[in-house]
């Protein structure tokens, strides 16, 4: 039976419900790694998935490791008479730096010229490592009773992300916001199955500076973008603009971004003609780690109750927008006071009222120690 893994990146959470949109039969053995019962064209998929950094051909599984397993791994690798290697461990693996050392003398002596990567410890290999050194990864994935062997069949392009987060001509001002991998991600979950052939309608009415719009159009969805802010929908037009000449794929897909409230949207948008909402609404009050002292519950209480009411009043009007069945994936803040976690709870304990159904648990992306932290939801509308 072919098996592939995925390795995710910074937030497997988000990322395992990425490759279930795809594969929706797929497993997590152990946190960080997805799997699939099949092979899968690892080409085409990696450049559609946001939180996958490698695609791994699982060749074998053995309860014990050996220097044997490793080694007929990599042998068909080592092309013309040459090959660099390196070694990655996940899960409850563990692999020593020194069993490279024996790999490359097994491989001298077979008259191949080896050259292997080390990594720090109980680190793996970087995307930028392996596509720049062209290095062949061995990767092993620990799990209860047996070890998963296989080798890396793709890595994520890194400079195709970094290229659409630093080098678009109007990136976003404000530190934090979501990076275009974190976008594709949540289009993705919003567009179960893949993107059908008749191109569906995504709807960012937060759009700040297009980073889910511009994700849509590649994952080849139509798009509308809103915001209050003259100059975000200005910066949006550039961004697509730009991303219309830099990738032509996306050039026959509809684009429209206008100025308007996104509780009033419903005036510039047919009944029932949106396939998904995808967004990052306004979030609240910035707080820098300093500040944290003059952040008292009521605060923040007060600040959420406003929140609640913008995000309550948006859902109730997408809801007449919406087709039947479309998903909302939103952000929503949690606020760590120090003193616990508060978060929009009105806005959960109203949805059903609404329309809607929540189909998950809120999924928490962002740095860990932040005071003011992500939770994506997930809204189905009924």
């Known amino acids: 039976m072919k098996r592939t893994a995925f390795i995710f990146g910074r937030t497997p959470q988000l990322s395992f419900l990425e490759l279930q949109s795809f594969y929706p039969k797929a497993t997590s053995p152990t946190e960080g790694v997805g799997m699939v019962e099949s092979a899968v064209d690892a080409d085409a998929v990696v450049h559609m998935l946001g939180g996958t950094v490698k695609i791994v051909d699982v060749q074998s599984e053995a309860a014990e490791l050996s220097t044997e397993l490793f080694f007929s791994a990599l042998l068909p690798y080592a092309k013309s008479g040459h090959i660099t290697f390196g070694i990655s461990a996940y899960g409850r693996a563990h692999v020593s730096n020194t069993q490279l050392a024996v790999l490359k003398k097994e491989f001298t002596q077979r008259g191949v010229s080896a050259r292997y990567i080390e990594t720090k410890r109980h680190e793996a290999l970087s995307s930028v490592v392996i596509a720049k050194q062209e290095v062949v990864e061995l990767v092993v994935i620990g799990l209860p009773g047996t070890n998963l062997i ?21 990136p976003d001002a404000k530190a934090g916001m979501l990076p275009p991998k974190v976008a594709r991600m949540i289009v993705n979950i919003a567009l179960p199955h893949g993107v059908p052939d008749h191109h569906p309608m995504v709807l960012d009415p937060f759009c700040g500076v297009g980073t889910v719009l511009g994700e849509a159009l590649l994952r080849g969805a139509n798009v509308t973008g809103s915001d209050l802010s003259e100059a975000a929908v200005a910066n949006s037009k550039k961004n697509l603009e ?125 740095r860990p120690k932040a005071i003011v932290r992500r939770e994506f939801y997930i809204f189905q509308k009924g």
């Open 150 to 170: 296989g080798v890396t069949l793709v890595v994520q392009d890194f400079e195709d992300w970094n290229k659409r987060d630093f080098g678009r001509p109007a």
């Open 242 to 366: 730009w991303l219309r000449r830099e990738y032509p794929v996306v050039a026959p897909l509809y684009m429209s971004v206008m100025v308007a409230d996104a509780t009033h949207v419903s005036e510039f948008l047919t009944p029932q003609s949106v396939d998904a909402i995808v967004t990052e609404p306004y979030m609240g009050e910035t707080v820098e780690a300093k500040d944290i002292a003059k952040l008292t519950p009521e605060r923040v209480k007060n600040i959420l109750k406003g929140l609640e009411k913008l995000y309550i009043g948006a859902l109730k009007e997408w809801a007449n927008i919406l087709k039947p069945q479309a998903r909302i994936v939103m952000a929503m803040p949690a606020y760590d006071t120090g003193r616990g976690v508060l978060r929009v709870k009105k806005v959960v304990d109203r949805c059903e009222s609404l329309g809607y159904t929540l189909l998950t648990e809120p999924i928490e992306y962002g």
